[in-house]
């Protein structure tokens, strides 16, 4: 009982909060970015006055040798799913989580794409889906997936983006759009699972990301453990091997990230855990518009 009211808490406290940037920020870009995805073509028919010239089809136009438009009507649902990694490297923080920022900035687009009259679901995955809530209407269903994130256990505590996405394609049929948060911390080769999903979905990634991972402190001998493997290690944060080794290991999982993303062509939202995510999330709003 206890525990359910600290999670309705915890969701109250995520709706108030998050009020604010859906309001202001998200919602009117989110209806302006996504309102379109949706778009599938009807009929041709003969031009009418006061109809679009834009959507006349040329082609037909010339076969006929009179004008002939194409009409589109928006599907009746656009389905939105999240992918949220919560393997234990997301429990790492400096001063908040990543996963608590991810938290955040989940609900915050799930409640723009609820005013958005969306169909939302949710992917919670570590080495594989753990857990699946197909995509439906309503403010009642976007609790419900809040509050099963917040009182999730996982059962693995290492990443497969991979495995994951191979499950992914396989469990969604219909187009969606798809949210895939994580701090992308995985050695596996994600590309080609990514690419398939590409092809039919349009993916958004959103990368967690905290500088005290990529940047360890000068502070003499520590013990580190692994939160994945549970592997403990007393390492010297003063020695300049160990130094140059880390930071390889860093620099090595961050190109290989970029080359992903440009092979692919696909859009990314980094951010810090100890930053405001209001300004990020603008800039890939206007970007994305200003392409469209």
């Not at 109250?12 to 870009?29: F, P, Q, R, W």
């Not at 002939?68 to 009746?76: A, I």
Request: proline share 2%.
């Amino acid at each position: 009982m206890e525990q359910t009211q600290e999670i309705l808490k915890q969701i109250k406290k995520l709706e108030i909060s998050t009020k604010y940037l859906v309001d202001k920020l998200i919602a009117g870009n989110y209806r302006s970015l996504f309102n379109g995805q949706g778009i599938e073509f009807s009929e041709l028919r003969e031009y009418r006055s006061g109809d679009d010239v834009r959507s006349i089809d040329w082609n037909v136009t010339a076969r006929y040798n009179q004008p002939y438009v194409k009409e589109f009507v928006e599907e009746r649902s656009v389905e939105v799913y999240f992918i949220l990694d919560l393997s234990d490297s997301e429990s790492f923080g400096n001063k908040i989580s990543k996963k608590r920022k991810a938290l955040e900035i989940v609900a915050s687009l799930m409640f723009a794409a609820l005013r958005n009259n969306d169909n939302i679901g949710i992917f919670l995955f570590t080495e594989k889906i753990e857990k699946f809530i197909p995509a439906r209407k309503g403010k009642k269903h976007v609790l419900q997936i809040l509050s099963s994130i917040i009182s999730f256990q996982p059962k693995s505590k290492i990443t497969n983006l991979k495995a994951t996405l191979v499950q992914v394609s396989q469990i969604l049929k219909k187009r969606a759009i798809l949210f895939i948060v994580s701090d992308f911390f995985d050695s596996n080769d994600y590309s080609k699972p990514l690419k398939i999903l590409r092809r039919k979905h349009d993916i958004i990634l959103l990368k967690i990301v905290d500088l005290r991972e990529q940047e360890i402190p000068q502070i003499g001998l520590i013990e580190l453990e692994d939160k994945e493997t549970g592997e403990q290690i007393l390492i010297d944060t003063s020695n300049p091997v160990f130094l140059r080794k880390y930071t390889e290991i860093v620099l090595d999982n961050e190109l290989q990230f970029m080359s992903t993303l440009g092979k692919l062509k696909l859009d990314c939202i980094k951010i810090l855990t100890d930053e405001n995510y209001e300004v990020p999330l603008r800039n890939f709003f206007k970007k994305r518009i200003r392409s469209q």
